[in-house]
């Protein structure tokens, strides 16, 4: 059973919206870091942003920032990715992670991984 799965993507076009959810079927959300990446193809995965408790906020990337945002519900044990505005180039796979370090934008810092949802964005 995977510890973490993402659900929500799908095709939309450009300048709508989409939720994506993050689910974590073993372990408690509460106790970790979250984040969003996304990797398109022939491109290195990108880190999206990130969330860390109740009051700590939350982190995005230059590409995403103002037109994303992430939250937790911590009673359902699941994450939220909101894209606004999408564009074309938010076309990828998109994964979401757990980490142990606050405001990291590193992938190699997430150690649990889901295995993505697919967002296609068309012009």
């Known amino acids: 059973q995977e510890p973490l799965v993402e659900s929500g993507g799908g095709l939309v076009q450009a300048g709508g919206s989409l939720r994506l959810s993050c689910t974590a079927s073993?372990?408690?959300?509460?106790?970790?870091?979250l984040g969003w990446f996304r990797q398109a193809p022939g491109k290195e995965r990108e880190f999206v942003g990130g969330v860390g408790g109740l009051s700590d906020g939350a982190w995005y990337s230059d590409s995403v920032r103002g037109r994303f945002s992430i939250f937790r519900d911590n009673a359902k044990n699941t994450m939220y990715l909101e894209m606004n505005s999408l564009k074309p180039e938010d076309t990828a796979l998109y994964y979401c992670?757990?980490?142990?370090?606050?405001?990291?934008?590193?992938?190699?810092?997430?150690?649990?991984w889901g295995q993505g949802t697919q967002v296609t964005v068309s012009s």
């Open positions: 073993e372990r408690t959300i509460d106790r970790y870091v």
């Open positions: 992670a757990a980490t142990n370090k606050l405001w990291t934008t590193t992938s190699s810092d997430y150690f649990y």
